[in-house]
């Protein structure tokens, strides 16, 4: 299968905790992204990395990435109930500008 | 700038009936995709258009499902006759080459 792993499938925590999800790919990739799906809508862009990059930010997200181990990970600080949704990895195959989606992580953040 | 225009929302249909999807990406944006995602599941790529032109097929199932992307812009997805397995939401995306990619709402197909 081209799709990779994301763990944990399932996370719950307290309003105000960190969230950390993993993901794990199989191919050399051009980059690798980060998707957020809330219940019902379609899939919301996050943050990308490239492959020469290590660690990127954006606001309260956090991304790294490890070509060696083919391995990222995305973390959430400070979490709000707003963040509850699915999370997605997605990777850029080097040939072709193809997208591969991990299976994702549920994410439930309780007030 | 508007995002990736997707219709219809919902549709329900019987099996062995016939649905088409439509897709109208972002200005601009050469490449074009179909994924399908089933509930519970990632996204899996159906299609892949650069300009009028398909990249990578390689998972659409051939014998019921086509895909046109007329003119390089907007796009059409069918399904003919559809089966019970095809219940799931139909994403469309679009990107610029080799950037980020920006998907619509979707459309929710269910087959009783």
């Known amino acids: 299968s081209q799709q990779g792993e994301e763990d944990p499938q399932a996370l719950s925590i307290q309003e105000g905790e960190n969230a950390t999800m993993n993901c794990s790919y199989k191919?050399?990739?051009?980059?690798l992204q980060w998707y957020r799906q809330n219940s019902g809508r379609g899939l919301v862009h996050l943050i990308l990395?490239?492959?020469?990059?290590r660690e990127k930010h954006s606001g309260r997200l956090r991304v790294t990435l490890d070509t060696s181990k083919k391995s990222s990970s995305l973390l959430i600080t400070a979490s709000r109930a707003a963040d509850t949704a699915s999370y997605f990895c997605a990777w850029t195959m080097e040939y072709g500008n193809k997208l591969v989606f991990g299976a994702g992580t549920i994410l439930r953040v309780k007030s | 700038e508007a995002g990736v225009a997707q219709s219809p929302r919902y549709k329900i249909i019987e099996k062995r009936q016939s649905v088409a999807f439509w897709c109208n990406p972002i200005?601009?944006?050469?490449?074009l995709y179909w994924y399908q995602q089933i509930l519970g599941q990632g996204p899996k790529l159906l299609i892949q258009f650069q300009n009028n032109g398909v990249v990578d097929d390689s998972q659409l199932p051939k014998d019921r499902f086509s895909a046109e992307r007329l003119k390089g812009v907007d796009s059409t997805l069918k399904i003919q006759p559809a089966k019970l397995e095809d219940s799931a939401v139909y994403l469309c995306a679009s990107s610029r080459w080799s950037n980020t990619i920006y998907f619509g709402e979707g459309s929710w197909l269910t087959v009783v």
């Open positions: 200005s601009g944006h050469a490449t």
């Open positions: 990395i490239r492959s020469n990059e």
């Open positions: 191919t050399s990739i051009n980059n």
